[in-house]
């Protein structure tokens, strides 16, 4: 079905099948937040963390004759030890390597990437043989 409207002595065609646009609002995500959050778990960090217990001040937890306060200071001191001992790093290895993907193959990929670069810049034909 078509309706024609004169505009400005024009004449519009409008059809009855208008197009449906949807807008989704969403956070957007930058990449560090894309990135895995891990926690390293060396023997320095275990040294670290156990020394950091055995340090801490525990007559917060000694002192209290109710147990759920006790427990709470306990946790408070052994979590805040783990954190510092343990902090959150960003994993910058990308998750979406393939097992397959060895160290060797990476490095054939970026001199051939490197080569291709060159090729690029001189447009020589003994680099474009030699990336190829």
């Known amino acids: 079905m078509w309706l024609f ?8 065609y409008i059809t ?10 969403r956070p957007f ?14 023997k320095n960090n275990l040294l670290n963390f156990t020394n950091m217990t055995e340090d801490a001040n525990w007559d917060s937890v000694y002192n209290h004759s109710d147990v759920n306060t006790a427990y709470n200071n306990f946790r408070f ?17 990308w998750a979406k390597d393939k097992p397959w993907i060895t160290s060797a193959l990476k490095v054939s990929s970026n001199v051939k990437n490197s080569l291709y670069r060159k ?3 001189t447009k020589s034909p003994i680099d474009e043989a030699k990336y190829k």
Request: contains cysteine.
């Open 5 to 12: 409207v004169y505009f400005c002595h024009r004449k519009i």
């Open 16 to 25: 009855d099948h208008l197009p449906v646009f949807t807008i989704l609002m």
């Open 29 to 42: 995500k930058s990449q560090s937040q894309l990135w895995p959050k891990v926690r390293i778990f060396s």
């Open 77 to 93: 001191v052994v979590q805040k030890a783990f954190n510092a001992s343990f902090p959150l790093k960003t994993l910058l290895k």
């Open 119 to 121: 090729w690029l810049k």
